[in-house]
């Protein structure tokens, strides 16, 4: 029997030491009896057996049917006593009415099946004045309890958030049928990302429970048996009155009925004045086995007695018209719940209904268009549903689709692609048609205007942004509408933003956080949550957080699904700019996770990842995560985030000394971002682009880049586009011989991140700054301790590429004092320093020759070192030695 740790230990200290004191040899204590009562399912038997572990002699059971019980001292278990027989019940009275000394006596009862109620032994109950008797009642499992019984059950990893509330509701907190529950679930999968009850409902219903339900079902009269029915199909705590109406037995019939219910314990007093099951799933045991055209009755008379309800409960109203076969006024019924959800912000629940009903059947043409335009609208604020995107490329392909209609269903379905789907081109192409669709409608025109205003995606410049952000709004202030107008300012807000136009600031003030209308509530949380992601671009750190604190949870509390994903991977992104790396790596797998087939959605986490693994040198994950499956297109995706996996690509070409190959990634890249004219999204690009082109020996095309990218800056509020300037400079001078004029620009630079802060940019232009000053004066004692304060930050961060390039750095210039003496040290069976590096690198996936280029070592000492490795670690392979190794911070 299940059980609650928690709950049973509390209470069971307290009566285990009842019982306890009672057989104490050497004490005084009264006999006891201890009444342990709970409804079927709620532990008792657990509990018991606990209670008796406290016996010192033999535990003597009894039980229905079982050998009377005799007058001797110890512990007496009566199990089930309400299936005892009046005889039985009489030997137990009379035995506690004169009880021996040293004795406790354990009698465990379900209250709902007591022929007598509240007496346990009948309508003789009675107990002597000698005899202390204390009642323990098992009552339903609260949602802790259900959460430790999950995380036993199936791991803390296959416990999604909002598992044990679904696994409390359905079970009514019973923890026999939780119980039952989690075994269905350990041989079937709880997929993280998805609704907390996803895989629950269509478990079906635990067969203990069920028989149980239908067994006390039966034992209504069959006259009486309809309010059974009733309560299973109105599915909720219902009234006497309800209950009888939906039944059908009017005025005294419907009394008798209740009350053979409640006796027979199918049904409960659920306090209130309400009367129903414990739990859904014991009404859906009964709503099984109700079929025909009495189930048809029950649902159409419950319909009815909804409607008459204020307000009237629209979404179950639809499901009792649909089970009675009332087609049309189920239709009617989809279309006002999914407008009340809507206004709700329960949007993912309207998308759900509305697919439903547009996916089945034949729906008359004007119920189509509305039930359609609603859909669409509802899908943008949610999650990805790819049944929402095949029912709008349906209805929208339909050629007698009025043309304000079609596109209004356009502008959504290209939201949905743009957004949800990752398909931005194509979304775009279907928000341009949308435009021509609605001339002459303000409302959708605006909004469809605004969402073309949206700088982020690759086929546009941001000329042409700024040119849609601007029509919009003027059609917005024509529309007078307030949503539409907070949506375009949402979106004027991003456009400027990402600019770098200062006069964005303002603006973000003066968006409707305090609406009374959740459409606009929902448009400023997308705003709030588009304007982090816009200055974690521009640099603003501390100001992009208390922008997402703000827009996450407006979004959480308006139903906005899909702006409060965004405010979460952005999120991400802010973390690993300012170096709070630890546990990173993680918070980044699991949003990918929970993103699904939604690529849009993960490119922030999947390029952090693979920032991460490159600067701990781990090649194959680098490019997994940033061009693998699943990755944003870098022609397609957002243009920053192309822009800076195209300078993560270009660094590691570098890294392996294919230069062709970063030259080509570089001028691509480049070409990239100069169309879109966004120049603060190349500070990731920049430094890298420019030094391809060095090395590639084209000068002419480096110098060109950094005059463009000075020229797009200028005017502009991007710190952190500003820091990489100085640091793309630094670049062109220390490859064009100028080694003081390349300390000094990196030197800047590396002030300019540390200010922002960006600890791992800021590391990494300080050693470049220490570079070159080491090439302008070997033995500078500032610029070697520079290395070594690089390479401590580096190994803080868990850049364990980075640390060991700054190291062998270092030990190139390390002054003659302070290198080891000639001979090798002894080490014994410990890695050298050397060894340990190299192990490090090895363990990451980099090849010999690719640590050899990093650490500046031959090939053939590398081979010597990892062999050494290997032996001293006692593994037998590369792979192996990551976890021989103590391992870095994510």
Known sequence: MPHSAGRADGAGRALRGRLAAALDPEGAGRPVVLLVEGAAGTGKTRLVERLAAVAAGPVRRTSPGGAPPGAEPGLLVAEDVHRASA??????????????????????????????????????????????????????????????MAVAALGADRCPPGLAAALHRLSGGVAQTVADLLDLLVAGPVTVGRPPSFGLDRLGIPPRLDVLTLRRTAAVPEEHRRIVCAAAVLDEPATSRDLAVVAGLPGRAGADALAAALRAAVLEDRGDGRYGFGSPL??????????????????????????????????????????????????????????QLEDAGEQQRAVGLLESALATGPVPEQARARAARLLARCAVVGLRSDETLKVLRHIVADPGLPPAARGEIRLDLGLLLCNQMGEVMEGRDELARAVEDLAGEPVPLARAMSALAMPYG?????????????????????????VVRAAVAANRVSVLLNGGDPAAWPLIDRLPRDSELIGCRQQTSRGLCNAADAVVWLGHYDRSRALLAEGVELAARSGAAYAEQTGRGCALVVDWATGRWSGLAERCRAFVEESGDMPYLASDARMVLGLLALARGEWADTLDQLTGPGAAGLDTGPVPISATVSGALVRLALAHDDVPGAAAEAEAAWGRLRAKGIWAWGAELAPWAVEAALRAGDTAAAEARAKEFAAGLEGRDAPSADAALSWTLGVLAEHTGQPAEAAARYGGSAAAYRELPRPYHAALTSAAAARSALAREEGDASAVAALADCAAVFDALGATWDAARTRAELRRHQPAAERRPPGRPRYGDVLSPREGEVAELAAAGMSNREIAATLHLSPRTVEQHVARALQKTGVHSRQQLAGALEPASD
Do not use: K, M
């Open 282 to 339: 014991a009404a859906a045991a009964v709503r099984r086995v109700v079929t025909g055209p009495a189930s048809e009755e029950l649902h159409r008379r419950a319909g009815q007695l909804l409607t008459r309800r204020q307000p009237v409960p629209w979404e179950r109203v639809a499901g009792h018209r649909r089970a009675c076969g009332d087609e049309r006024g189920w239709l009617h019924a989809v279309e006002r719940a999914a407008l």
């Open 458 to 482: 690759p086929d546009a410049s941001f000329a042409e942004n700024v040119a849609w952000i601007e029509r919009a709004v003027s059609v917005a202030e024509e529309s007078g509408d307030p």
């Open 87 to 148: 005889e039985e019940t009489g030997r137990l009275r009379a035995l506690l009415a004169a009880p021996p000394t040293r004795f406790a006596c354990v009698l465990s009862y379900r209250p709902e099946e007591l022929e007598a109620p509240g007496l346990v032994l009948g309508a003789g109950t009675d107990f002597p004045a000698g005899l202390t008797v204390v009642r323990h009642v098992l009552g339903p499992l609260g949602l802790a309890e259900v959460q430790r």
